[in-house]
């Protein structure tokens, strides 16, 4: 009997077959349970010799069954250590990250540099009614500043009567839009995504520009310098430029300048602030009074500057690309080469 429950419980291959080996001879009904039963039959003497044997046959399964039971449960766990084994040593693996376009690094550096100048971010949408976009501005139906824009025009169909739309030239419509939203006094600017049919190396359909503009009762052309200045020494992150305003014509600003750097280009190398050269960077002008009034502001007692640049040709400049049109490309390799992606 020993022998055949032994064998039994080191045979047993699971938690089941054990517990199938306990029952037979443990169990209620168990081959060893049974003869214990018996016992009461038997006459004292023998009873007491064969109840001995059977106690111990009985305490020796039991400790058997325990000892097998510790040896499966250990061989279980050593099967599951081997099997979820972990090399902490391994190197991770690599994950790409993902990082800020440099367009959109300098729009905020922009927007970073006029808030200190107490400039708030002001915004329109791309696209625009031709009255925000032209006429608004001073720019009549049959004005020659309407061909120069190469404009994208909105399609209508026949019998469509809403007002005509066109994707955003410039940001200056958002001049008018922050006069009638805010009213006077104003000192935003607004970056922001526009569109010209034009395509080659320093051109792209869709660019990037950032207009400025502050109204209040009495600013004047200083204020516009000043505010310009600062802005470049921040940006370019100089002690000291030189702007040059030249006289130019804009329909929406009287009298009007562009803004040109001092510089030098050396080898390749821009220097800001030091040089013979002349680098255009901006538009800018005071207010015209037919701007003003469009944004129901009365130009006899409020004036104001406003300037507009390109963020993109910005970039280019602070970070030396020649090739305005790899900036909307996408191309991971030019963004590493740059130091834009990981
Ligand atoms: N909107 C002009 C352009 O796109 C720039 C400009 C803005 C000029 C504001 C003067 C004042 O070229």
Known sequence: LR?????????????????????????????????????????????????????RLKDEIDTALKARKTALADAALDARLKSEWLDVTL?????????????????????????????????????ESDWYNFDALNIPPEHPARQEHDTFFMHRAAGDDRPPHVLRTHTSPVQVRAMLERGAPIRVI?????????????????????????????ITMANLKWVLEEFCRAFFEVDKVELRFRASHFPFTEPSAEVDIRCSWAGGQLRIGEGDSWMEILGSGMVHPHVLRSGGIDPDEWQGFAFGMGIDRL???????????????SDLRWLRHYGFAA
């Open 3 to 55: 022998g055949k429950y032994i064998t039994a419980v080191s045979a047993a291959e699971g938690e089941a077959a054990l517990e199938e080996v306990r029952l037979a001879a443990l169990g209620k009904k168990g081959e060893i349970s049974l003869m214990m039963r018996e016992l009461g039959k038997m006459d004292p003497t023998e009873r007491q010799s064969f109840g001995a044997a059977l106690n």
């Open 91 to 127: 190197p991770g693996r690599p994950r790409a990250l993902g990082s800020i376009h440099p367009v959109s690094q300098v729009m905020e550096e922009l927007s970073a540099i006029f808030a200190d100048l107490g400039f708030a971010v002001a915004e329109g949408p791309q696209v």
């Open 190 to 218: 607004a970056p922001g995504r526009v569109y010209r049919m034009d395509m080659d190396q320093t051109h792209s359909p869709m660019f990037h520009q950032l207009e400025g503009l502050a109204i209040d009762r009495d």
């Open 315 to 329: 970039a280019m400049l602070k970070y030396g690309i020649p090739d305005l049109r790899a900036f909307f490309e």
